[in-house]
């Protein structure tokens, strides 16, 4: 038995310096304590491939060594940093260890970098702490050994980042939270780097520094918050050349000679870069041309390139977006030798450019996902998309396109409330909670229809159970509100393309002044004929909302439907009995039919039976309870069974989760006392068939529906382990770790017929977690 990817989905860090590309086609980013790593699959779409848990702690840089793209360098809120050698088997790619340091630990890193020369490896890295930390590695038969170790010391001065170079000797430069850069050169006989010279001119932070050697001089580009781009010529020259600017230790002057241990060096300012409005994060070189690559959180990415000779420097291209719900770049790169241009923005998003025969830049589709935990999972009931909802306030669709790319469709829901919990009703369906004491039900509207049936290359009429009554166009936020409203479909006058997500212009007019206002609240939806870009996502694929469920005391946590969907249960956090109530809802009228009281603190999950006659719930009081439906419409249940007290076999903590077995004859509850307890249901009665102490907190359980001997656990590790239960014997089949941190849902796709399945019929597990990640996984049996 083995698990086998098929997706998986995360976001960005929302942070800079986390974003790396190399120099092999592929990329990778940070997400949550995970490093992802993304390739093209097919022209013009790129996807996630594989993902490794290397830190405990969310990571907060990352970066791949300056000429040796195989060694990647990350650092994380725990002050620790890792060095990692990629490793590239068949098809798969592994991180093996090199290096850990502890030296700051309990303090956030705030940087790292790597440079290679020859057999030298450079470490730099830095935290709260105040401390930069530089220690050189040597090759040594194929075994990197430390050689020396040094801290460079500012007094209460934090740095921010850092680059390295050799040019005639090794230069390295510091990014300084007094807003000034640092330059020290290396002493040969103590193999310490030694302070020589300080650049003043910036007025706020420093956020990214970069060298370049460009024919016989060196060029340091310093991108910072004051919104200016600076950037700094070093030119090697004789001795008898210095001038009285020798000794100065700031550059007060447009130019500064320093010398080194075997050189001397004249400093000026080759330009200053204006045309971004707001901080600017990164400042990056094109890896064949002289060309410089920055990025700023007003929401655009500009590349700019010199004129002539003479210093002057114009802004080349933009891109980037005009209103909309971004806020702006924190980072970008250049990728595929300099032809595509890939950034990370504010909300965790991917984008990238690619400039076609016509000198135009088109946009290319990115892997996506949660910038927080995710919190809940399910799949459309034939099978056709899955769909998740997070902290980070959205919930999204995933889908399969021409049968060979998995990738965002829709994101139906987006305002300002963390999601706790959802659930699919039919396949344009579904309700959501979250943060807030009510229930937000919503119908897909005819773009996502269409859309679905198009990428999946069906007739709309076979995906959805009534396609004529989906009649609304689109959804769009009212500038004043948090509910989607439906939007009706353009005047056929009108030409949606003059506003397409996916146009060659990447960036909105912005002489209109009209357009930059309002493209906030503006929303295009239109029937896609492939997986759409970010920017469309971000505001042009809503669902619009339908009904509002008013009744829960406190914020809503749990929810399921019956199997025909007829009738929902939901829940919310509750410290008594009073609102420890489980409402029964009618899914016709939207009515509530009946309110079951039994437990005394929040319910944290409910399960309908398959039968649809019985509910069975467990609580943070410790508890499980089973409801038995009285008449077919709903309104009378009885309380059936529950736990003896005082019993031995009973949880003696929170109940996270329970599930039931596809023939209904017994069902599982899992807890944070590790227990892992096996139920039989026969005729209406209750007995202990099985109870198994785990060497860690069960946080989620599924059995599959299409066999009932197969049950699935997620651990609060982020383990997850398929068990093999067999009349009275649990046996543990697989156990992998998928998730950096706890699972909080494993949800079985109940079709085998699904479309993730690609000509397989391979039980489909979808898993989610804490540390931001959807993992779509097959099971060998």
Partial sequence: MAFEDVFISG????????????????GVYASSNNVIFFQKKIEGFYISNYVHNIHDDDLTCLKLVDNDKKILLSGDKAGVVKISLLEKEFDSISLKEIECFNDTKGFPITFVYGYRNNDDLYILFSSHKGITHCYTLKLDFNKWTIINKQEIVYGRIITLCGSMTYFNEIILALSLSNSKIAILTKDEKSGNFIDKLTLEGHLDWIRDLSFNKFEDQLLLASASQDTFVRIWSFKSIDKNEMDTGKGENSLKTKEVIFESHNNSWNVIVETILSGHEGWIYSAKWHPSKLALLTCSIDKSVMIWEPLDDRGVWLEEHRMGEIGGQAVGYYGAIFGDDGNEVIANSYYGGLYCWRMNEEQDWESVVMPSGHSAPVTDVDWDPRGNYIMTCSHDQTTRIFSVYNNIVVGELSRPQMYGHSRTCMKILSSDRFISGGEEKIFRVFKAPSTFANSLANILQKNPTELFDDYSNITDYGAFVPSLGLSN????????????DDNDFNSKNPVSNVNDAMSSEMAIFASYPKDLTSLPTEDCLMQNTLWPEKVKLYGHGYEVFAIDSSPDSKLIATSCKASHSNFAAVYIWDTETWKRKAELICHQLTVVGIKFSHSGNYLLTCSRDRTWSIFKKENNDGAKWRLLARPESNSPNNHTRIIWYCDWAPNDQY??????????????FDNEVVTLVKSYLHSEPITSIAVCPFDSSIIVIGLESGKVEVWKFDGNNLECMI??????????RLRFCTSNKTAFNMHST????????????LRITRISL
Avoid: C
Avoid at 11 to 26: F, I, K, R, S
Avoid at 485 to 496: F, L, T, W, Y
Avoid at 667 to 680: A, C, L, P
């Fill in 735 to 744: 156990s992998k770790r998928l998730h950096g941190k706890t699972i909080k």
């Fill in 762 to 773: 391979k039980p489909i597990l979808a898993s989610v977690g804490d540390d931001h990640l």
């Fill in 667 to 680: 069902f599982v509850t899992v807890g944070r006392d590790k227990k892992f307890i096996v139920w039989k």
């Fill in 485 to 496: 409203k439906a939007s009706n479909m353009p005047d056929e006058g009108m030409d949606v």
């Fill in 11 to 26: 976001g960005v860090a929302q942070m800079p310096h986390v974003l790396e590309y190399d120099t092999n086609g592929h």
